[in-house]
């Protein structure tokens, strides 16, 4: 995954949401239709082209106090219309490592 | 141990409450992210995938057993009860809250550990060899010599804005454990012809987008001067350093492209006018810091006591000493090497219970002390050879004792994408994966030393450039790929790897090292020549036939 935060150019390619790291805790977040964060990907706002996707990246920008360092990422809707990342690193962040936890070791 | 002073003591305690007052104001919105994101840096706190990561700094790799219970204080208490030891020689929290980090930190500094100079344009923390002070034939323990420039650089404002971060190592020993050749400045203590110590200095190693092995620039610089030979670097960088490019911002890019000669030319300029300065360091200056150092009362104890005779009939006990036990320079101790990388786990991993335990086994059979490699694993550096048995016993119970140091199955692995943000694929599962197809003891000690390397990106946290074998993963059309070299090294004859061919998929990398090793078994002279040495006398191609025939 080419990471995103080299992200510059904004051109999306399908159905994409906000994702920011909470402020507080850094946890994984998703920028929501009301102007809000929120730690489940099925509340985040879908954007489905450029303009829209600047404009939610603008305003989530604009809320440096609720998440850190937000930027566009790829979703795919199934057919029963649930969203899942549309790529592995997204896929990690929203599922966590990959790799078990050392303490259940 | 090195006992700190008050002048630290209270630094680090300014450091916190400074903090604490940074973090508050960052949520109340007073800071904004862009403001507050060197003052976290600063602090060793960066953004990771799923959380902030919280970097530690343990100086040259010494750590008391007070502060190793400390950390396993902060795992459980401000993390999910682990911890991450890295190459850098410090270690890694990876899911604590931001607004908890000025607790972590004010436990921390209660015990003198403290997160300064682990991230940013700064002179980052100087690293040393992780058996400095016990390793037999050594000229004098580097940390001598890191602690003097730990204590120059701190937050010594010329070092605090670089054009890029700047790390320093330093070894004592002929066969270098500290990886000096791949550091902005190298330094290999040794003694002139009249008997005085002094250093090699070594200029312009680093791996990275783009990796250089660093070139001596001086061959001898007396210890007096080498505060002031470091400056006068220091200086031509500053000057010449492309602060204007990221990639190109390392005294490694400068030092490749002024050339060897001239860089040394400017620096020996630079060098005359400051080195009978204040710089010159006192004889008094290395005394104090010589005497903060304290060594164990070793007792005189016997080159081979009863306990250790009888365990030899154990071999599970045996397969443990000759893998992880190294000569001291003490007769009747030895120098204990603590595997971070038992078969199916992510390297340098320790849980908070496994870190209390071995503050435990170091207070009761190595002084208090333990020591942080680079190879992600740990040591206790002042076990006597009676105690070798129990304290295996001990280990072993804990998962700490797979005799896997050196070996295949010692990988050295960086965060990858599982954990990183820059990442562009996986490592540690590659690892994972690699340790069960070598998880056979016989096999690997057949196989012998061999170390593999992997990093996530080009950034090469995870040292692929140097590994025996390395691996690097890419991104190709929103796939992970892996790029493999062989023939890199990191220890005195530090070199380069080199690619075998093209990038292969994350489910096949662990064949492809099997295919690999298995050219390398049958291609050995005899069974001394080591992978390293079969690649050096046959070059890459065997091996990449090997691999590439069947796919
Ligand atoms: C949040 C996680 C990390 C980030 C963002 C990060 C970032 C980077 C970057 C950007 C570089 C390239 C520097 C350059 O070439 O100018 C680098 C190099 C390096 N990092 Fe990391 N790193 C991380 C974790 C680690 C870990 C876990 C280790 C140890 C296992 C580590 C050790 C190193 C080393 C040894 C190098 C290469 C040596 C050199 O400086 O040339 N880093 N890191
Ligand atoms: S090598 Fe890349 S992926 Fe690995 S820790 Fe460094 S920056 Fe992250």
Redesign the interface.
């Known amino acids: 995954m080419t990471s995103p935060l080299e992200q510059k150019k904004i051109k999306i390619a399908g159905p994409s949401v906000v994702t920011a790291n909470r402020t507080w805790d850094g946890i994984v977040v998703y920028r929501t239709a009301a102007n809000g964060w929120s730690a489940d990907l099925s509340d985040a706002a879908i954007v489905r082209n450029s303009d829209e996707a600047k404009a939610l990246l603008a305003e989530s920008v604009a809320d440096d106090v609720g998440a850190i360092g937000p930027y566009i990422a790829p979703v795919q809707i199934g057919a029963d219309g649930k969203v899942q990342p549309g790529n592995l690193r997204e896929q990690i962040r929203r599922t966590g490592v990959t790799i078990g936890s050392p303490v259940q070791v | 141990m090195y006992a700190y002073d008050e002048i630290d003591r209270t630094l680090v305690n300014e450091r916190v409450s400074e903090f604490r007052d940074q973090v508050k104001r960052?949520?109340?919105?007073e800071l904004?992210?862009d403001e507050f994101k060197m003052l976290r840096l600063q602090n060793g706190v960066y953004?990771q995938?799923?959380?902030?990561m919280f970097r530690v700094a343990i100086p040259y790799g010494t750590l008391a057993s007070n502060q190793l219970r400390q950390l396993a204080h902060v795992a459980r208490k401000y993390d999910?009860?682990?911890g991450h030891f890295t190459t850098r020689q410090n270690i890694q929290f990876n899911?604590?809250?931001?607004?908890e980090l000025p607790d972590a930190l004010a436990d921390l500094a209660e015990v003198g550990i403290h997160a300064m100079q682990t991230s940013g344009n700064n002179m980052r923390n100087v690293t040393s060899d992780q058996w400095a002070g016990v390793a037999p034939g050594e000229i004098e323990d580097p940390r001598i010599w890191s602690e003097l420039i730990r204590q120059h650089t701190t937050l010594h404002p010329e070092f605090s804005f670089l054009p890029r971060k700047f790390k320093i190592a330093i070894t004592a020993s002929d066969h270098d454990r500290a990886a000096i050749k791949i550091h902005d400045i190298g330094l290999r203590l040794i003694k002139n012809e009249k008997g005085e110590t002094g250093f090699e200095v070594l200029v312009g190693g680093g791996l990275g987008r783009t990796p250089f092995i660093a070139k001596t620039i001086k061959h001898f610089v007396h210890g007096r001067d080498i505060l002031s030979y470091i400056e006068a670097i220091l200086r031509v960088y500053n000057q010449y350093g492309r602060r204007d490019n990221i990639y190109k911002a390392r005294i490694k890019i400068l030092v490749h492209e002024l050339g060897i000669e001239k860089f040394s030319r400017e620096v020996e300029d630079e060098w005359q006018h400051i080195r009978n300065s204040s710089l010159q360091i006192d004889d008094e200056v290395i005394e104090d810091i010589r005497s903060r150092f304290t060594y164990p009362a070793y007792e005189k104890l016997p080159h081979m006591p009863d306990e250790l005779r009888q365990a030899a009939a154990d071999p599970g006990f045996e397969a443990w000493r000759k893998n992880s036990v190294a000569p001291h320079k003490n007769q009747g101790y030895s120098i204990v090497t603590i595997s971070l990388k038992?078969i199916?786990?992510?390297p340098g991993?320790?849980?908070a219970e496994q870190m209390d335990a071995l503050a435990d086994l170091a207070d009761k059979y190595s002084f208090g002390e333990i020591r942080v490699g680079h190879e992600q694993n740990l040591a206790l550096p002042h076990v006597a050879k009676r105690d070798l048995p129990a304290l295996w016993k001990a280990l072993d119970k804990l998962?700490l004792a797979t005799p896997n140091v050196n070996l295949i199955t010692d990988i050295i692995a960086c965060p990858g994408?599982?954990?990183c943000?820059?990442?562009?694929?996986?490592s540690?599962?590659i690892a994972?994966e690699l340790t069960r197809r070598f998880s056979n003891h016989e096999l690997a000690n057949l196989i012998g030393r061999l170390h593999i390397n992997i990093s996530g990106?080009i950034n090469a946290c995870g040292h692929h450039h140097v590994g025996h074998i390395g691996i690097l993963g890419v991104?190709k059309n929103?796939e992970?790929v892996y790029q493999i070299t062989i023939g890199g090294r990191a220890d005195e004859n530090a070199a380069l790897g080199n690619l075998i061919g093209p990038g292969v998929k994350f489910d096949e990398v662990a064949d492809v090292v099997e295919d690999i090793v298995e050219a390398y078994l049958a291609l050995r002279e005899r069974p001394e020549e080591l992978f390293m040495d079969t690649v050096k006398r046959l070059g890459v191609e065997p091996f990449k036939e090997r691999v590439y025939a069947t796919r």
């Open positions: 960052r949520l109340s919105g904004t992210e953004l995938l799923h959380a902030y999910r009860g682990y899911w604590i809250k931001l607004a038992p199916g786990a992510p991993d320790a849980t998962g994408l599982d954990y943000s820059l990442a562009n694929a996986r540690i599962p994972q990106c991104e929103g992970e």
